[in-house]
């Protein structure tokens, strides 16, 4: 190949790239706002839909691999939640100031279920004075407390000194006070009971760049961090999409010119090399 006509090719090519390398670095990347959010909040804002409060918080930023990471958390309450909690057959639980085990009614379809107090023998012997601090067995295994009268050690059957332990029996549709709530017995199965009752429940959502939250109301919000410090929830998506569009395309325009560059260069690097082979003739 003539190395004049090479060296035209060459400049050709080098225009092109230098262009597109100049395109580049002065190109202005289109960013997306979102002045229309329905929303725009900062750590610890609140906002309202149909009654129930909204509160945005933890709302922060880190880098990651060159990238920020946004996050944050929505809360809310419910103060009339539908509240439940299940108590498995022979499981113990804490009523009325004390220990009590539950004890589901045999058969397949049981009428109801016992409540039995535990009793804390221990502690009742620590505060009796005239017995020893722990029971004793006999060699038939009978378990009796030392009780001390008239200067006189005296074994008392354990079943005849601590008394009977108090015991409730409940059917579905019974109501009790449990954890300071009046609680209904809504289901009674051979392996467990639950109980259910109105009270406050907090729920809470995170938010992620560019991820949707759904609100208890059904409302679905396209989450945007502009900052680690600020969160929009947008409803209407039309103009942040149309702005995606335009970013998008930008990108699509800037990979073509880099593809542009780096063919260009690779072409005048070949031109070169073919300038350079030594004639056969």
Same mark, same amino acid.
């Given at each position: ?147 001390? @009268?008239?200067? #006189? &050690? +005296?074994?008392?059957?354990? =079943?005849?000194? %601590? ?7 409940? /059917? ?35 938010? @992620?760049?560019? #991820? &949707? +939250?759904?609100?208890?109301? =059904?409302?679905? %919000? ?7 410090? /600020? ?51």
């Amino acid at each position: 190949m003539q190395r004049r006509a090479v060296a035209v090719y060459v400049a050709i090519f080098l225009l092109v790239g230098v262009g597109s390398y100049a395109l580049i670095t002065t190109a202005q990347a289109p960013t997306v706002s979102i002045d229309d959010a329905e929303y725009q909040l900062s750590d610890g804002d609140t906002f309202e839909i149909n009654g129930t409060t909204y509160t945005a918080s933890e709302l922060s930023g880190e880098e990651e691999d060159g990238e920020t990471v946004y996050s944050g958390t929505i809360e809310w309450s419910d103060p009339e939640a539908e509240l439940s909690e299940q108590w498995s057959n022979e499981s113990t639980i804490e009523y009325d100031d004390a220990e009590w085990e539950v004890a589901v009614d045999s058969g397949d379809e049981p009428d109801g279920f016992t409540l039995v107090e535990q009793l804390d023998r221990q502690a009742i012997l620590e505060e009796d004075p005239d017995v020893g601090n722990e029971t004793v067995e006999d060699e038939d295994g009978n378990e009796s407390v030392i009780v001390v @009268e008239d200067g #006189q &050690e +005296v074994l008392v059957p354990a =079943d005849e000194y %601590f008394p009977e332990p108090r015991s409730e029996t409940f /059917s579905s549709g019974d109501t009790l006070t449990y954890n300071n709530e009046t609680v209904t017995v809504d289901t009674v199965d051979p392996n467990f009971v639950i109980v259910t009752w109105t009270g406050e429940e907090t729920y809470s959502e995170d938010l @992620e760049q560019e #991820q &949707e +939250v759904t609100l208890e109301n =059904d409302q679905t %919000f396209l989450v945007f961090f502009e900052s680690d410090s /600020s969160v929009g929830l947008i409803e209407d998506r039309s103009s942040y999409e149309a702005q995606v569009a335009q970013v998008d395309r930008f990108n699509d325009r800037i990979s073509g010119l880099w593809y542009i560059l780096v063919t260009s260069f690779s072409i005048v690097g070949l031109l070169l090399m073919l300038a350079f082979l030594p004639s056969r003739y």
